[in-house]
């Protein structure tokens, strides 16, 4: 059985150089055509619809080759403080 994820939950996948984290952006739960090639899909066995945290590229990816990471914490928009001395 695959693991099955919800749209918005942070995961990371092997890809051929490293190891990429991105968030679902949708469920897929029948055979779809993506970048000439079909994605073999259903209710019982879904693939997800992904964009990539670093560089926003999407893909799509079984459940089996995902895990459920903790979402990034954000990068602070803070001034630093000027030292008083």
Do not use: C
């Not at 693939?47 to 945290?53: A, F, H, P, R, V």
Request: hydrophobic fraction near 30%; aromatic fraction near 6%.
């Amino acid at each position: 059985m695959s693991k099955t994820f919800n749209v918005g939950d942070h995961v990371r996948w092997n890809s051929e150089a490293e190891r990429v984290s991105g968030v679902i952006i949708k469920k897929i739960s029948a055979d779809t055509n993506f970048k000439g090639y079909t994605h073999h899909a259903s209710r019982d066995a879904p693939q997800y619809l992904i964009t990539s945290d670093k560089t926003d590229h999407i893909a799509i990816h079984k459940g089996t080759a995902q895990r459920l990471v903790s979402t990034p914490p954000r990068k602070s928009r803070g001034t630093k403080k000027a030292k008083r001395g």
